[in-house]
Protein backbone atom coordinates (compact mmCIF):
# COMPACT_ATOMS: atom_id res chain seq x y z
CA UNK A 1 0.00 0.00 0.00
CA UNK A 2 1.63 3.39 -0.86
CA UNK A 3 0.89 6.12 1.83
CA UNK A 4 3.08 8.89 3.26
CA UNK A 5 1.46 10.21 5.95
CA UNK A 6 -0.48 7.57 8.59
CA UNK A 7 -3.29 8.47 11.13
CA UNK A 8 -4.74 6.20 13.79
CA UNK A 9 -8.32 6.28 14.84
CA UNK A 10 -9.14 10.65 15.63
CA UNK A 11 -7.25 12.33 17.94
CA UNK A 12 -8.67 15.67 19.29
CA UNK A 13 -8.23 18.51 16.88
CA UNK A 14 -7.05 20.45 19.71
CA UNK A 15 -4.38 17.96 20.70
CA UNK A 16 -2.46 17.05 17.32
CA UNK A 17 -3.21 17.95 13.93
CA UNK A 18 -2.63 15.47 11.25
CA UNK A 19 -1.05 16.35 7.71
CA UNK A 20 -3.40 16.40 5.19
CA UNK A 21 -4.39 13.04 2.93
CA UNK A 22 -3.51 11.11 6.40
CA UNK A 23 -4.44 7.51 5.47
CA UNK A 24 -6.98 6.39 8.35
CA UNK A 25 -4.92 2.79 9.46
CA UNK A 26 -7.73 2.21 12.86
CA UNK A 27 -9.86 -0.88 12.77
CA UNK A 28 -12.70 0.83 14.36
CA UNK A 29 -13.30 2.95 10.94
CA UNK A 30 -14.85 0.43 8.25
CA UNK A 31 -12.98 0.84 4.91
CA UNK A 32 -9.97 2.20 6.63
CA UNK A 33 -6.76 0.67 5.52
CA UNK A 34 -4.55 -1.80 7.39
CA UNK A 35 -1.80 -1.17 9.24
CA UNK A 36 -0.41 -4.44 9.12
CA UNK A 37 -0.15 -3.62 5.03
CA UNK A 38 2.16 -0.80 5.42
CA UNK A 39 5.72 -1.45 4.07
CA UNK A 40 8.81 -1.20 6.33
CA UNK A 41 10.10 1.96 6.36
CA UNK A 42 7.21 3.92 3.83
CA UNK A 43 5.69 6.64 6.27
CA UNK A 44 7.21 9.86 6.55
CA UNK A 45 4.79 10.21 9.97
CA UNK A 46 2.20 8.67 11.62
CA UNK A 47 -0.44 10.26 14.08
CA UNK A 48 -1.84 8.14 16.75
CA UNK A 49 -5.09 8.35 19.31
CA UNK A 50 -3.64 5.39 21.14
CA UNK A 51 -6.06 2.38 22.27
CA UNK A 52 -6.38 2.12 26.19
CA UNK A 53 -5.23 -1.72 26.34
CA UNK A 54 -1.38 -2.01 27.22
CA UNK A 55 -0.72 -5.13 24.49
CA UNK A 56 -2.90 -3.36 22.09
CA UNK A 57 -0.86 -0.14 22.49
CA UNK A 58 2.66 -1.27 22.16
CA UNK A 59 1.13 -3.14 19.10
CA UNK A 60 0.13 -0.56 17.28
CA UNK A 61 3.13 1.85 18.33
CA UNK A 62 5.26 -1.06 17.17
CA UNK A 63 3.95 -1.34 13.85
CA UNK A 64 4.31 2.31 13.24
CA UNK A 65 7.79 2.53 14.34
CA UNK A 66 7.91 -0.48 11.41
CA UNK A 67 6.26 1.42 8.74
CA UNK A 68 8.24 4.95 9.76
CA UNK A 69 11.40 5.36 7.53
CA UNK A 70 14.24 6.39 9.72
CA UNK A 71 13.91 9.88 11.43
CA UNK A 72 9.98 9.74 10.49
CA UNK A 73 7.84 11.70 13.10
CA UNK A 74 5.47 9.54 15.28
CA UNK A 75 2.91 11.54 17.50
CA UNK A 76 1.55 9.41 19.89
CA UNK A 77 -1.24 10.61 22.74
CA UNK A 78 -3.93 8.99 25.01
CA UNK A 79 -5.87 9.97 27.83
CA UNK A 80 -3.80 9.93 31.07
CA UNK A 81 -5.74 7.91 32.69
CA UNK A 82 -6.54 5.15 29.52
CA UNK A 83 -2.60 4.17 28.59
CA UNK A 84 -1.40 8.16 28.16
CA UNK A 85 0.72 7.97 31.41
CA UNK A 86 2.72 4.94 30.15
CA UNK A 87 3.20 6.50 26.53
CA UNK A 88 6.72 7.51 27.04
CA UNK A 89 8.06 4.61 28.73
CA UNK A 90 6.44 2.52 26.51
CA UNK A 91 8.40 3.99 23.75
CA UNK A 92 11.46 4.88 25.12
CA UNK A 93 11.32 1.42 25.43
CA UNK A 94 11.78 1.12 21.96
CA UNK A 95 14.39 3.19 22.18
CA UNK A 96 12.89 6.49 21.25
CA UNK A 97 13.74 9.70 22.61
CA UNK A 98 10.65 11.18 23.59
CA UNK A 99 9.42 14.55 23.80
CA UNK A 100 6.41 14.52 26.80
CA UNK A 101 3.36 17.49 26.88
CA UNK A 102 0.25 17.33 28.99
CA UNK A 103 -3.17 18.75 27.78
CA UNK A 104 -6.74 18.34 28.44
CA UNK A 105 -5.86 15.19 30.88
CA UNK A 106 -4.11 13.57 27.82
CA UNK A 107 -0.27 12.83 27.33
CA UNK A 108 0.91 13.53 24.06
CA UNK A 109 4.51 12.01 23.13
CA UNK A 110 6.25 12.66 19.80
CA UNK A 111 9.41 11.51 18.46
CA UNK A 112 11.42 10.10 15.92
CA UNK A 113 11.83 6.84 14.73
CA UNK A 114 15.20 5.53 15.79
CA UNK A 115 17.45 4.16 13.01
CA UNK A 116 17.58 0.31 15.08
CA UNK A 117 14.71 0.52 17.13
CA UNK A 118 14.25 -2.40 19.96
CA UNK A 119 11.61 -5.21 20.81
CA UNK A 120 9.16 -4.28 17.57
CA UNK A 121 9.24 -7.92 15.92
CA UNK A 122 8.34 -8.76 20.35
CA UNK A 123 5.40 -5.95 20.70
CA UNK A 124 3.51 -7.00 17.55
CA UNK A 125 3.71 -10.52 18.14
CA UNK A 126 2.52 -10.05 21.31
CA UNK A 127 -0.65 -8.01 19.42
CA UNK A 128 -1.06 -10.15 16.55
CA UNK A 129 -4.25 -12.40 15.25
CA UNK A 130 -4.26 -15.95 17.42
CA UNK A 131 -6.05 -19.10 17.77
CA UNK A 132 -7.14 -19.57 21.26
CA UNK A 133 -6.67 -22.91 22.66
CA UNK A 134 -9.22 -21.94 25.28
CA UNK A 135 -11.74 -20.41 22.99
CA UNK A 136 -11.17 -22.48 20.17
CA UNK A 137 -11.58 -19.21 17.62
CA UNK A 138 -9.33 -16.65 16.04
CA UNK A 139 -8.85 -13.64 18.24
CA UNK A 140 -6.48 -10.82 18.98
CA UNK A 141 -5.74 -8.40 21.67
CA UNK A 142 -7.69 -5.23 21.53
CA UNK A 143 -10.89 -7.02 20.16
CA UNK A 144 -13.80 -7.25 22.59
CA UNK A 145 -13.91 -10.00 25.08
CA UNK A 146 -10.49 -11.79 22.61
CA UNK A 147 -9.73 -14.02 25.34
CA UNK A 148 -13.08 -15.10 27.02
CA UNK A 149 -16.55 -15.94 26.10
CA UNK A 150 -18.83 -12.44 27.20
CA UNK A 151 -20.74 -13.39 29.96
CA UNK A 152 -23.79 -11.74 28.43
CA UNK A 153 -23.20 -13.56 25.38
CA UNK A 154 -23.06 -16.73 27.03
CA UNK A 155 -26.52 -16.03 28.67
CA UNK A 156 -28.01 -15.54 25.93
CA UNK A 157 -26.70 -18.39 23.92
CA UNK A 158 -28.36 -20.32 27.08
CA UNK A 159 -31.65 -18.97 26.06
CA UNK A 160 -31.63 -18.63 22.37
CA UNK A 161 -34.52 -20.76 20.71
CA UNK A 162 -33.82 -22.28 17.46
CA UNK A 163 -34.30 -19.41 14.65
CA UNK A 164 -35.61 -19.80 11.14
CA UNK A 165 -34.83 -17.53 7.96
CA UNK A 166 -32.84 -15.10 7.08
CA UNK A 167 -31.30 -12.87 10.49
CA UNK A 168 -28.60 -10.79 11.61
CA UNK A 169 -25.90 -10.77 14.35
CA UNK A 170 -25.59 -7.00 15.32
CA UNK A 171 -22.12 -6.24 16.61
CA UNK A 172 -20.72 -10.12 15.81
CA UNK A 173 -17.49 -9.89 17.61
CA UNK A 174 -15.63 -12.97 17.29
CA UNK A 175 -18.70 -15.29 16.03
CA UNK A 176 -20.05 -16.71 19.21
CA UNK A 177 -23.42 -15.79 18.93
CA UNK A 178 -23.16 -16.71 14.83
CA UNK A 179 -22.55 -20.47 15.86
CA UNK A 180 -25.34 -20.66 18.33
CA UNK A 181 -27.46 -19.63 16.16
CA UNK A 182 -26.41 -22.05 13.17
CA UNK A 183 -26.88 -24.74 15.39
CA UNK A 184 -30.36 -24.52 13.75
CA UNK A 185 -31.16 -26.00 10.07
CA UNK A 186 -33.73 -23.79 9.76
CA UNK A 187 -31.71 -20.66 9.50
CA UNK A 188 -31.31 -19.88 5.77
CA UNK A 189 -28.86 -17.11 6.06
CA UNK A 190 -26.97 -15.05 8.74
CA UNK A 191 -25.37 -11.66 8.37
CA UNK A 192 -22.53 -10.91 10.83
CA UNK A 193 -22.28 -6.82 10.99
CA UNK A 194 -18.94 -6.04 13.08
CA UNK A 195 -17.60 -2.49 13.18
CA UNK A 196 -13.91 -3.71 14.12
CA UNK A 197 -11.83 -5.11 11.40
CA UNK A 198 -9.55 -7.69 13.58
CA UNK A 199 -13.40 -9.19 14.94
CA UNK A 200 -14.52 -9.26 10.84
CA UNK A 201 -11.72 -11.17 9.78
CA UNK A 202 -11.71 -13.70 12.88
CA UNK A 203 -14.76 -14.51 12.58
CA UNK A 204 -14.69 -14.98 8.55
CA UNK A 205 -12.03 -17.94 10.27
CA UNK A 206 -14.28 -18.95 12.92
CA UNK A 207 -17.69 -19.05 11.53
CA UNK A 208 -17.05 -21.90 8.44
CA UNK A 209 -20.94 -22.03 7.48
CA UNK A 210 -22.12 -21.17 3.60
CA UNK A 211 -25.32 -19.87 5.53
CA UNK A 212 -22.75 -16.64 7.01
CA UNK A 213 -21.85 -13.68 5.76
CA UNK A 214 -19.82 -11.31 7.65
CA UNK A 215 -19.96 -7.52 6.87
CA UNK A 216 -17.31 -4.50 8.11
CA UNK A 217 -19.91 -2.18 8.58
CA UNK A 218 -20.92 0.27 11.71
CA UNK A 219 -24.70 -0.96 12.86
CA UNK A 220 -25.71 2.96 13.60
CA UNK A 221 -24.85 3.82 8.98
CA UNK A 222 -26.14 0.42 7.88
CA UNK A 223 -29.21 2.48 5.63
CA UNK A 224 -30.74 -0.10 3.63
CA UNK A 225 -28.31 -2.98 3.29
CA UNK A 226 -30.09 -5.47 5.23
CA UNK A 227 -34.04 -5.14 5.05
CA UNK A 228 -36.72 -7.87 5.94
CA UNK A 229 -35.27 -10.06 8.01
CA UNK A 230 -36.91 -12.67 9.98
CA UNK A 231 -34.80 -12.28 12.99
CA UNK A 232 -31.94 -10.76 14.78
CA UNK A 233 -29.78 -11.45 17.23
CA UNK A 234 -27.43 -8.82 19.18
CA UNK A 235 -25.41 -8.16 22.66
CA UNK A 236 -24.79 -4.32 22.05
CA UNK A 237 -21.72 -2.58 22.97
CA UNK A 238 -22.38 0.39 25.45
CA UNK A 239 -18.92 1.80 25.78
CA UNK A 240 -17.45 4.24 23.04
CA UNK A 241 -13.53 4.86 23.69
CA UNK A 242 -13.67 3.47 26.70
CA UNK A 243 -16.34 5.94 28.21
CA UNK A 244 -20.16 4.56 29.01
CA UNK A 245 -22.21 5.36 26.28
CA UNK A 246 -25.78 3.98 26.64
CA UNK A 247 -27.17 5.81 23.49
CA UNK A 248 -25.08 3.23 21.54
CA UNK A 249 -26.99 0.18 22.66
CA UNK A 250 -30.16 2.50 21.81
CA UNK A 251 -28.80 2.69 18.29
CA UNK A 252 -28.58 -1.28 18.15
CA UNK A 253 -31.93 -1.39 18.94
CA UNK A 254 -33.00 0.86 16.58
CA UNK A 255 -31.38 -0.59 13.90
CA UNK A 256 -33.01 -3.84 14.95
CA UNK A 257 -36.47 -2.94 14.06
CA UNK A 258 -34.84 -1.17 10.77
CA UNK A 259 -33.96 -4.82 9.67
CA UNK A 260 -36.45 -6.64 10.60
CA UNK A 261 -39.76 -7.48 8.94
CA UNK A 262 -42.83 -6.88 10.86
CA UNK A 263 -43.45 -10.16 13.12
CA UNK A 264 -40.07 -10.09 13.38
CA UNK A 265 -37.81 -11.20 16.52
CA UNK A 266 -34.83 -9.47 18.21
CA UNK A 267 -33.14 -11.21 21.31
CA UNK A 268 -31.06 -8.54 22.74
CA UNK A 269 -28.71 -9.51 26.43
CA UNK A 270 -27.87 -6.16 28.27
CA UNK A 271 -26.18 -5.61 31.81
CA UNK A 272 -28.77 -4.95 34.06
CA UNK A 273 -28.09 -0.90 34.88
CA UNK A 274 -28.94 -0.72 31.49
CA UNK A 275 -32.42 1.51 30.64
CA UNK A 276 -33.52 0.00 27.19
CA UNK A 277 -36.71 -1.31 28.23
CA UNK A 278 -37.89 2.28 27.01
CA UNK A 279 -36.52 2.23 23.58
CA UNK A 280 -37.62 -1.39 22.98
CA UNK A 281 -41.67 -0.23 23.86
CA UNK A 282 -40.55 2.53 21.54
CA UNK A 283 -39.39 0.27 18.24
CA UNK A 284 -41.26 -2.54 18.63
CA UNK A 285 -45.16 -3.40 19.27
CA UNK A 286 -44.10 -5.93 22.33
CA UNK A 287 -41.47 -7.39 24.10
CA UNK A 288 -40.69 -9.64 27.17
CA UNK A 289 -37.72 -10.36 29.75
CA UNK A 290 -36.37 -13.55 28.91
CA UNK A 291 -33.97 -14.33 31.85
CA UNK A 292 -32.44 -12.00 34.72
CA UNK A 293 -28.98 -13.87 35.81
CA UNK A 294 -25.03 -12.78 36.51
CA UNK A 295 -25.66 -8.83 35.96
CA UNK A 296 -27.38 -9.78 32.78
CA UNK A 297 -31.32 -9.25 31.45
CA UNK A 298 -32.78 -11.28 28.07
CA UNK A 299 -35.28 -9.54 26.10
CA UNK A 300 -37.62 -10.54 23.10
CA UNK A 301 -38.89 -8.32 21.41
CA UNK A 302 -41.29 -8.54 18.47
CA UNK A 303 -41.32 -6.00 15.63
Same mark, same amino acid.
Given at each position: ???????????????? %?? $??? =?????? @?? #??????? !? /??????????????????????????????????????????????????????????????????????????????????????????????????????????????? %?? $??? =?????? @?? #??????? !? /??????????????????????????????????????????????????????????????????????????????????????????????????????????????????????????????????????
Amino acid at each position: MSAVHGLYGSPPPALA %IS $PAG =AVQLSP @LV #PGAAALE !D /LADASLESFTALTPPGAVERRYVLAQALRALRPGGRLEALAPKDKGGARLKRELEAFGCTVVETAKRHHRICVTERPAAPQGLEAAIAEGAPRLSAGLGLWTQPGVFSWDR %ID $PGT =ALLVKH @LP #PLSGRGA !D /LGAGLGVLAHAVLTSPKVEALTLVELDRRAVEAARRNVDDPRASVLWADVRTLGETLTGLDFVVMNPPFHDGGAEDRALGVAFIAAAARVLRKGGDCWVVANRHLPYEAPLQVHFSRFRPIADAGGYKIYEARK
